[in-house]
Each structure stands twice: as C-alpha cells, then as structure tokens.
C-alpha cells in the first residue's frame, strides 16, 4: 500500500495520537486495535464527503490506504498479545478488505 493520502494524513495522526493514549506498558489489546481501526474509518469519511476532485471509488481507496498505513505503523509495531506470526500477518492481509466492507455499511447506513 502506498502512502497515507494527504487529505487524511490529519486524520490519521489524530488516531496515532489516540494509539498512544491508550497504551498501558507499551501494550494494546487485539479488540483495543481494532476499535482505533474502526474510529478511523468513522473519522476519515466526513474529511473525504467534502473531497471533489474523487469519484466513490477513489475516496474508499483513500480510506483503506489511510487506515492501513495507520495499522502498518501506529498499530502493527506494538505488542499486541497473540503470536507476531500468525497475527500481524492475517491483519495486514485482510484489513484492505475488512476497511472497505465497513467503509460500504457505514456509507450505507448513513444513507436510511
């Protein structure tokens, strides 16, 4: 993934603050992480609605590369109790797809 886009670089850091805030002894729980992960999607979608140089599908993309440099480096660096191993890899392979499923329900729940 490349880069976190400029218009939500902000954004992100506002979460990478947040990472730090809620570490205890340098630790973060699994379900600690993905709260974050989900409060930054929630926080990039009213900064991209305004963004008009983008159809629907670059804005999404937007938000999946913003949200996945936050895990790559706020989120993926700490100890996160679980085996290294097995967990950093399953999270960073399947959080494009898991950022942009909730990025959908959350536009489309925003829309009833």
């Known amino acids: 993934m490349s880069a976190c886009p400029d218009c939500l670089k902000e954004t992100i850091e506002v979460m990478a603050g947040k990472v730090k805030e809620t570490l205890v002894d340098g630790k973060i729980s699994l379900a600690e992480a993905w709260g974050l992960v989900i409060a930054a999607?929630?926080?990039c979608i009213p900064v991209i609605a305004h963004w008009q140089d983008a159809d629907a599908g670059h804005r999404r993309q937007a938000v999946i590369v913003a949200v996945v440099h936050l895990w790559e480096?706020?989120?993926k660096p700490l100890d996160i109790p679980g085996p290294d191993a097995v967990i950093d890899p399953a999270v960073s392979a399947a959080l494009p797809f898991i950022v942009g499923a909730l990025y959908d329900s959350l536009l489309a729940w925003s829309k009833d």
Do not use: H, Q, T
């Open 41 to 43: 999607v929630i926080a």
């Open 73 to 75: 480096e706020y989120l």
